[in-house]
């Protein structure tokens, strides 16, 4: 028996504490923290490390501590971690770096960028996060329209002020901060000459939105995903993914190009592929980059399925990217249980006036379930959001394109003070635990209405575990991995992750 | 929260404080005193404790007993401490949930005074789970069952039960501080205290095995109807639903039912293909299949936005069938009478054509028709009468509201409809809703369809004369199950192979493990078996397992009408019913007019054991039989190898008698006997 005898005396605690919270409060007014500074991104040391954020932000990335239960594991709460069955690697979760996102982050000043890029991007000094996107050639969120090579000929290939002005120096600066972050690209549009009104016709097309890509420009805009990889490489920037087009059944935007799956197929099986192939890239190649439900477009269902069918096709393409403007995520599942060999990873989702996307009250878990936890539970490698940081006026945008969208993070006008929306929490909760190279491992035990989580084990033999909880009451669970346990709670339409 | 908020707050509060109080009141020193330190308990046991609570000083308030696993307070007890010196007595309930391992709880003693001052004590009790002698399965008409230990900690009962189940599973009291457990449902989980009946459902109904597991909960069965992959959500006991996109030619597959090779397939809709699934027939579309499992068939509604379709001003959409002298699976079975939730929606076979297929005697009466036709789902709206309705039939008619109701459908004077004989009624609107025009033809007759039976669900192949054969890997001790054969109970069941419970329904197959051939015959009503090697006849192998085979008078089966004689293609083998011993069971009785069952005459036995199913190998010679102790006084091995009644001997007529074989001293060295039961 032990004997653990304590006395204590609550009117003593609570006179003591409200001395010291007077002499705290009263030392100077002006040091009493303004709303709007962000908490310093810094781990509690402890068994267990948690960050932990709330809907009313009552918590906010707060970092606190366990640690490991000393007692017996009887907890009916108790969710097992079970390291031996294990599912997909992690490669990383992310934002992207749009053009109008670097223009931004170039309008901070150096300090506070900085310290902006630290806190998200630091594995030991901030929140890790290790995947972006950026866009070959131009997006709907840059600062103008064009491609690498907009005069004919794909030796007039060259990279753009955007790229060598804004994108590329914050993706060194990224890089200098945290050398492990993978770089995914994406085109929103060939070249203008490259592509034709339509496949029946072929009629040269000026359109920076619709058209497709000419098949007699297959080996040039091959060429040109080469170039723009080796001109990244030269820049300081590896490139480890590629789409052959974002959002391939989208004709409009201020930037697009149709390229239903039979084109894809055959552009990376006569073109792409070879091209790598022959210029020794080894950047992974990413089939589709849409949504769930492919618009929609009864001919285009399963869109990525249908290339992995052609074997000379699918052996070039590392798998599929995904969006969640249209579908449910289940599609993800479907695909995997397909083509089990096959990755997947979610490269884009915005929150926007159309969802009410700034309001962290109702999108800060949803997001969460939606986005990471959802897409990782579904097979997905990673989940990177569209644009890491906009500004007051939801851009830089582009006309046609979108116009009410928020930032993982905005910035307001004197770009100086930062409010982050519920992505930026989402993917700070799951890069800040969960590693790069990570495999997402099993879980049994405890469940409950509302309660999303995953569990991973990391390179370094580290567990980690993200949860969201969209009920209105706190969640109290054990975390056991088989030798180790500890208690811990995920709030009330919060989130909390978890690593030791 | 800003600081002018907080200044004030923080400032006023010790003088709050200080004022609710006087400034020499002690803080008193509360003292536990645990008198019964109980060491181990069980999962779902009140633990009882008594603490002598005191403080010299300053009076009590409370004490609370708190029981942690782990770090996490599951239960609590508050008792008022009103006298300082005395013993308080409590209970504190240790909860059992599912999965929680055997372990150290802590029970947390709290004492506190007017004061606010508190002691605390903790106490180690190790947990352990009750290992119950039995369960009891509660139905809820409060029948009841005894459940049996069937392993560590898995309990069970097999009787017959409805295919859906609710039921309560209590656990009796275990130990001085036990309680009596029930375990409900609640949130899909089998919980202890929930106050719902737990949902346990089999694919059919009949002898089935309910079981539990008192450590992890699991609980079964919880069979899953789907169709596609979808589940069917459940809408009573016998009926369940699921809503599908389907397109004409498109495949069906079923999940979970059970014998649903004995289903009515709807023509209008399906038709059966050989893998078990169906083909939709009717135009693509949405659509609700609502299984009826009690019925055995699938009633299906079109859909339009969700809900049943009604006919739509352009003629596209449904139309549905009320009245009597019809019904789908069968019009006896039921009929579909003048109530509007049993509305027939006719399956849309081209745009704007209506079809609904009817046999003579089955579905529908053969001496009457009343129904009509209706464009509001299921309900009385937009009635079919004459002025919309005509028909072109020379069978069927449409009531003019003077001899016959108005709308309703009628036989033609001087028309009867034939038994078995395939009546197609269409409506068509293409000319608009208006001018639907009625047909109904006659296709032919329904073709006879022998019922599949499948064994332990897998079919069985049948020949002339009904009887149905299979091959197939069996263990012994297992349990067979057959599927729509009636009457199992007057079946006979070779008895060294198969023995049948009829008061459980259960059929097991009782010789070794291996490959047999089970030969249902329907019209004689027998099941037999013999050992097989792959496609054929198993022989006896060198280590002794296999079979042997019996030829000769005197013996027959399933009775001396069937006696083996000499030839090759009626030996008969017998069950290894041990390894390498073999045994022929049966009732000594006449050679003419014997009863099934009756396989050896009670007046001559002359019979020889043979190494395969046909001359060759056989128990003679230096391979001879001999005969075990005591058998001699009904046997004799002759100098052939023959095997025959000792001299003077006449069996029992009616008596059982038990010949075995036993092979274990070598192929060589066997030895034969014959014992009376």
Redesign the interface.
């Known amino acids: ?12 605690g ?2 003591l504490c ?2 010291a ?2 002499s705290t ?2 030392d100077d ?1 002006d040091k ?1 923290p303004e709303e709007e500074t962000t908490p310093q991104p810094v781990w509690v040391d402890g068994d267990v490390r948690v960050l932990t954020t709330t809907n009313n932000r009552a918590k906010d990335l707060t970092p606190s501590a366990i640690s490991f ?1 000393t ?8 969710i097992y971690l079970d390291p031996s069955t294990t599912y997909q690697e992690i490669d990383g979760f992310g934002a992207a770096i749009t053009g109008s996102t670097a223009y931004n982050l170039m309008k901070m000043t150096p300090e506070d960028r900085a310290k902006f890029l630290k806190e998200t991007f630091s594995t030991t000094e901030g929140y890790g996060m290790s995947y972006v996107r950026v866009s070959i050639g131009c997006s709907d969120f840059s600062l103008s329209e064009f491609t690498c090579c907009d005069t004919p000929g794909i030796e007039n290939f060259a990279l753009t002020s955007e790229d060598t002005q804004y994108v590329i120096p914050i993706l060194k600066e990224i890089l200098a901060i945290n050398p492990d972050v993978k770089v995914f690209g994406s085109p929103w549009t060939a070249p203008r000459w490259m592509k034709v009104n339509n496949l029946t016709e072929l009629k040269p097309t000026t359109s920076w939105t619709g058209g497709q890509l000419n098949p007699a420009y297959y080996q040039d805009y091959a060429e040109y995903f080469v170039k723009w990889i080796q001109a990244f490489k030269q820049n300081g920037v590896d490139i480890y993914a590629v789409t052959l087009q974002n959002e391939p059944l989208n004709r409009g935007n201020s930037a697009s190009m149709f390229m239903g799956w039979e084109e894809q197929r055959d552009f990376v099986k006569q073109a792409v592929g070879p091209k790598f192939a022959a210029a020794g890239i080894k950047t992974k190649i990413y089939a589709f980059d849409h949504n769930y439900n492919y618009d929609n477009m009864a001919d285009q269902k399963g869109y990525p399925t249908k290339i992995y069918a052609d074997p000379e096709a699918a052996r070039y393409l590392a798998g599929a990217a995904y969006h969640n403007y249209g579908g449910n995520r289940d599609e993800l599942n479907k695909v995997h249980a397909a083509y089990p060999d096959k990755e997947l990873v979610f490269t884009e989702s915005t929150a926007g006036d159309w969802n009410d996307g700034a309001n962290l009250s109702t999108h800060l878990v949803s997001d969460m379930e939606e986005i990471c936890l959802g897409t990782v539970n579904n097979w997905a490698r990673g989940a990177i959001i569209w644009n890491l940081m906009l500004d007051a006026n939801r851009g830089p945008n582009r006309p046609g394109g979108c116009i009410n969208g928020f930032g993982a993070v905005d910035i307001d006008a004197s770009y100086k003070n930062i409010q982050r929306n519920s992505f930026y929490y989402n993917m700070c909760h799951m890069s800040a635990v969960v590693k790069p190279g990570a495999r997402r491992i099993a879980t049994t ?1 405890y469940t409950a ?1 509302g309660l999303t989580y995953s569990a991973f084990r990391n390179p370094d033999g580290s567990y980690a575990f993200v949860a969201s909880n969209n009920g209105s009451e706190a969640q ?1 669970i ?1 975390l056991d991995d088989g030798n180790r ?3 811990a709670t995920v709030p009330a339409k919060g989130i909390a992750s978890f690593i030791w | 929260m ?2 002018k908020y ?2 004030p707050v ?2 006023a ?2 003088a709050l ?2 004022s609710c ?1 006087d400034d020499d009141e002690p ?1 008193g ?2 003292v536990i005193d645990y008198r019964d ?1 109980t ?1 181990t308990a069980h999962f779902g046991d009140s633990l009882a404790f008594t603490v002598n609570a005191a403080d010299a000083e300053v009076a009590l308030s409370t004490l609370k007993a708190q029981l ?5 307070m ?1 239960e609590e007890t508050v008792i008022r401490t009103k006298e300082s010196g005395k013993d308080y007595s409590g209970k504190i309930y240790l ?1 059992y ?5 055997d ?4 029970l947390k003693l709290v004492l506190q005074n007017i ?10 009790v190790k ?1 352990t789970h009750p290992d119950f002698p039995y369960l009891t399965l509660r139905t809820e008409d409060g029948t009841e069952y005894r459940m049996n230990k069937t392993g560590l900690d898995t309990y069970a009962v097999s009787d017959r039960f409805p295919q859906k189940l609710k039921a309560f599973v209590i656990a009796p009291k275990v130990g001085e501080n036990g309680n009596e457990l029930v375990f409900g449902y609640e ?1 899909s989980q089998v919980k202890i205290g929930a106050e719902s009946a737990i949902p346990f459902s089999s694919s059919r109904g009949g002898k089935f095995a309910i079981e539990l597991n008192t450590r992890t909960f699991a609980a079964s069965p919880f069979s899953v109807l789907k169709l596609n992959g979808q589940e069917l959500e459940s809408i009573d006991d016998n009926t369940a639903r699921v809503d599908l996109a389907l397109s004409n030619g498109q495949a069906i597959t079923p999940e979970g039912f059970s014998n649903f090779g004995d289903w009515w397939i709807d023509p209008d809709w399906f038709s059966r293909n050989d893998d078990g699934s169906l083909t939709f027939k009717a135009m693509g579309g949405n659509y609700r299949l609502i299984a009826d499992q009690k019925l055995q068939y699938f009633r299906v509604e079109t859909l339009l936005n969700g809900t049943p379709a009604s006919l739509q001003a352009d003629g596209t959409g449904a139309l549905w069938v009320i009245g009597a002298d019809f019904g789908k699976p069968g019009v006896g079975a039921n009929e579909t009478g003048w109530t509007t939730e049993k509305a027939v929606c006719m399956a849309p076979v081209a745009d704007k054509i209506y079809q609904m297929t009817l046999v003579g005697g089955k579905t529908v009466k053969t001496g009457s028709t009343n129904f009509k036709f209706y464009g509001d789902a299921m309900s009385w709206g937009n009635e079919f009468k004459h002025d919309r309705l005509t028909s072109n039939s020379d069978l069927i008619g449409v009531g003019d509201g003077d001899s016959h109701d108005d709308g309703n459908l009628y036989l033609l004077d001087g028309v009867t409809l034939k038994d078995n004989v395939i009546y197609v009624f269409r409506v068509d609107f293409t000319a608009g809703v208006d001018k639907g025009v009625l047909t109904v033809t006659e296709e032919g007759e329904q073709p006879f369809e022998e019922k599949p039976i499948y064994l332990n669900g897998v079919k069985m192949t049948t020949g002339d004369n009904a009887i149905y054969t299979i091959v197939t890997d069996l263990a012994q001790g297992s349990a067979i199950d057959f599927n729509s054969v009636d009457g199992l109970a007057d079946f006979y069941f070779d008895p060294d192979f198969l023995s049948y419970d009829a008061d459980n329904d259960v059929i097991t197959f009782l010789p070794m493990d291996g490959t047999y051939q089970i030969v249902l015959d329907k019209l004689g009503a027998t099941v037999t078996a013999q050992r097989f090697d792959g496609n054929s006849p198993a022989a006896l192998g060198a280590d002794g397992h296999g079979a042997i085979y019996m030829m000769g008078w005197g013996a027959g089966s399933p009775s001396l009408d069937s006696q083996f004689g000499w030839e090759t293609n009626q030996a008969y083998g017998l069950a290894e019913i041990s390894p390498k011993v073999y045994r022929f069971t049966a009732v000594a009785g006449p050679e003419k007019g014997s009863e099934i069952g009756q396989r050896i005459r009670a007046d001559y036995i002359s019979v020889k054991f043979f190494w395969q199913k046909g001359w060759g190998g056989e128990f003679s010679g230096d391979n001879a039989l001999t005969l075990a102790p005591g058998s001699d006084k009904l046997l004799k091995v002759n100098a052939d190898g023959n095997i025959e009644l000792a001299a003077g001997v006449t069996l029992e007529a009616g008596a059982t008698y038990e010949m075995t074989v036993d092979l274990t001293a070598g192929n060589s060295a066997g030895v034969i006997s014959m014992v009376k039961k």
């Open positions: 028996m032990f004997d653990k005898y304590k006395t204590s005396n609550m009117l003593l609570t006179l409200s001395l919270l007077c409060a009263c007014n009493f239960s007692k017996d594991n009887m907890s009916p709460r108790s035990g209405n109290n054990t346990h500890f208690s | 800003k600081l907080i200044l923080a400032l509060m010790p404080l200080w109080k803080f020193n509360p330190a060491e942690y696993y782990g770090d996490e599951v909860p949930f599912a999965n929680v391992p372990g150290t709880a802590t004061n606010f001052t508190i002691s605390e004590k903790e106490y180690p947990v949130n």
